[in-house]
């Protein structure tokens, strides 16, 4: 069954081309490692709530719009593979798009919220 890693992120809303950029460049990491789908979204129709909201829940600012992004994997294996070697191309510095200095994270990666998740059901 697949497996899915979610994000919500907040990013600078003057930003939205670095984002894109920057994602592209991961994004096609996580493919070569295994990923069905990447999907990268931006904040359109994000409402504040009354309580809680995506925007708290990253602590977003005014000057901040919120992504909302998805890897599809074929299954947690797959996936757990592949986050180890991310890992470790971070740490080794072994491939140029992993690292920061040619490829900086264009938000605040501290505020980013992210969890993986097992689908329950598919229509």
């Known amino acids: ?7 919500v992120i907040p990013v600078p809303a003057a930003g939205k081309d670095k984002f894109i950029h920057h ?5 096609a990491i996580f493919k070569e ?4 789908r990447v999907v990268e979204c931006w904040g359109d129709d994000v409402p ?13 600012k005014e000057s ?6 998805w890897i599809e994997w ?3 294996p797959t996936r757990d ?3 180890a070697k991310t890992t470790e191309m971070m740490e080794a510095k072994s491939d140029p798009r992993m690292d920061p200095a040619k490829n900086p994270m264009p938000f605040d990666g501290a505020r980013m919220i992210y969890g993986g ?3 329950v059901v598919e229509l």
């Not at 490692?33 to 069905?36: D, K, N, R, T, V």
């Not at 504040?48 to 977003?60: I, M």
């Open 48 to 60: 504040h709530g009354k309580q809680t909201d995506f925007h708290r829940a990253v602590a977003a």
């Open 33 to 36: 490692l295994g990923a069905l």
């Open 117 to 119: 998740f097992t689908p």
């Open 1 to 7: 069954m697949t497996y899915i890693d979610g994000f």
């Open 64 to 69: 901040e719009t919120i992504a909302f992004s």
């Open 74 to 76: 074929p299954d947690k």
């Open 81 to 83: 593979a592949a986050m």
């Open 23 to 27: 994602a592209k460049t991961i994004d």
